[in-house]
């Protein structure tokens, strides 16, 4: 199981999840990683926390004001990226660019997706995982594996029938170990969570806990 | 006259161009500032130059995946936050709440416009800078003090009109000091470029010459 | 005053909508338009009643598949467009390139915003007339004159300061005659209405209420 | 074979160009629909012709000015409707939405994409059909099927692997009958065209030539 903690623009202290993350995985062996600010993804790779960032551009190098280039979140320390988070919903073909623009620059990718039907769209394009994050349950402390499981079960089977396979990750509202382990049992492989730990007063009990049932 | 170098999203080493920068500054007095990806933001702003973001969020703290977030970029170093480039346009609504929150952490800012109209509209919003880039003549190697003398002019004019005044930077094309000069004839209080320092051999060198005419 | 009917994408008779408008404009010598989808236009039209569309694109003619192009609105009977609706946001140079393409063919326009100071930015950008429309309280029930007048009172005077001053409308909760009439007290030209006209169950009723006050 | 001209924002008339296409529909029984401005389906639609949109919302009835509605454009005369076309395209999570909005309301659809991954991704968001347009061919007068045929097959194959499979349409750089001939002999179903018709001095006479070949 992947745990991969999105801090989004939380007013939390990056480094110290960060920090927390990287004993927790340390300690158990788990994989556990942070998506930072991109501001901060150069102090959170620092603690050697696995650092991935939230986004990043379609375009690569060129005239791009404002943009995300994947090279320069690498120059930073991330090793991966988030793609087409419901809060960060991108246009098909740009999904497909930045797919590209993370895979010449060594990032491993997510693509998020609201639905199965998303989720097999999204995992045609080639990314190394997907998830499936029902929006009305982000931030609702009910997790999808509870509220809808049906959801999680219909997208690992619409991944599968992408050939080669890819591995569906599930979020929205998972915040213990129960919720990981319940995760994994509808096949899912791996979680994606926020307030959960972001908010948290202790981020590393929460990650212990978390990873406990893995 | 104040000089911000847009690195944009080039494949130039973002902190040797800093070092640079921060070299003639520090050599003559001239305001210089350097305006990285959000993800170079910290190691720009360590070697002590006048570090911008291109870019910051109208959303704050909260669940905002991918965003921008103002205190993000202060908390990495930025003291400054260009807004709507035309490589970077935003809606009217978030220019607004974009200056709200660079305010709010204590950025400067500055709204890039094409036109004088468009100035004026931005001049309202309360930046504390505005600037002018006709999108035809970025990266033209043509400066727009030569090129449209004139849309220089009525930018200033029309930015003088609101109370407060709103001092006004020009940019596309700036390449010497020579236009450096021009565009302070023509009324206007610093330049933006990027090309010609992120991709020049010897960027202090290029620094050097558009600073002889301040 | 000026009552524009904005049809949105409700469920209701456009037609029936139109011919009610209409026919209270000519009974009572008002000014009331309708704004209805842009595939509605035509059918509205002809009604007779003053008919807007509620949005056109910067674009002109040309390579657009999917824009909403000033003349084809225009061609189909439209002689107004209101721009910006928080609805549909759009970006600083996009209003201004949707302004000077409704000029080019001749359609009044209305530019909303949120607040006084996103008015004042619309104001110099040359529409015909602007809308303050506080988007908590749209569909509300509750009128902006009521619920928070001097938001009105300010965007009267932030667009009186342009020269030449801009009339101002507002919108957001208004239903009834009162509300008008409060509005107009509050220095304003005009209102916005949507649900309060489209979803009743007696239009024509609803709309000599409104004008009742004029 | 069927053949979709797209009138985009072009200064044609609508009509005459209509009344061309059902008068060759007719006359061949080749399919042949048209997709005009969406102020313009209803007399589009008025000729006879098969009418289409060239893009409806994901969002249904409801708060949403400035959108297109799916129930609107079916009002109004239109039997289909283009999605993600490359000069609009849609964010993911909107496609899935657009395509639901579309099958509510008894609209036949394509979905378009840049290349053969996006067509697949396309694919399983299960649209009646899906069409491959290499942005820099559009308007290019080089037929995709000759400068780029295996871009073509490429298509067709990824359609082919979704089940169940999804019909291929191509387009850019289509204007004779002999292009239509060599996308029919590529796998694919039919053609998208814009200028090629829009532009002609005598639209009926290139339509008699396009579906020749049929």
């Keep these: 199981m992947f745990v991969l903690v999105n801090l989004k623009a939380y007013p939390c202290d990056a480094v110290a ?3 927390a ?3 927790v995985a340390d300690d158990t ?3 556990i990683a942070v998506a930072p600010q991109a501001a901060h993804i150069e102090p959170v790779a620092e603690t050697g926390v696995e650092t991935w960032a939230q986004h990043v551009s379609s375009s690569g190098h060129g005239s791009h004001t404002g943009s995300t280039l994947a090279p320069a979140v690498a120059d930073a320390g991330a090793t991966g990226a988030l793609l087409n988070h419901s809060e960060r919903r991108l246009k098909l073909a740009d ?3 930045s797919l590209r623009a993370a895979e010449d620059t060594g990032l491993d990718t997510i693509v998020c997706a609201n639905n199965p039907r998303q989720v097999a769209a999204a995992a045609t394009l080639g990314p190394d995982m997907v998830a499936v994050e029902p929006p009305e349950l982000i931030g609702s402390g009910t997790p999808v594996s ?3 499981p049906d959801i999680v079960r219909d997208a690992v089977a619409a991944a599968d029938e992408v050939n080669p396979p890819v591995p569906v990750l599930c ?3 998972i915040t213990s170990g129960d919720d990981v382990e319940a995760a994994a049992d509808l096949g899912s492989e791996g979680v994606l969570l926020a307030s959960g730990v972001a908010k948290a007063d202790d981020p590393e009990e929460v990650l212990r806990d978390l990873v406990s049932g893995i």
């Design 21 to 23: 993350a990287a004993t």
């Design 146 to 148: 509870r509220a809808d």
């Design 95 to 97: 999904i497909d660019g």
């Design 171 to 173: 979020g929205a509202g």
């Design 17 to 19: 999840v960060a920090e």
């Design 29 to 31: 062996g788990a994989r």
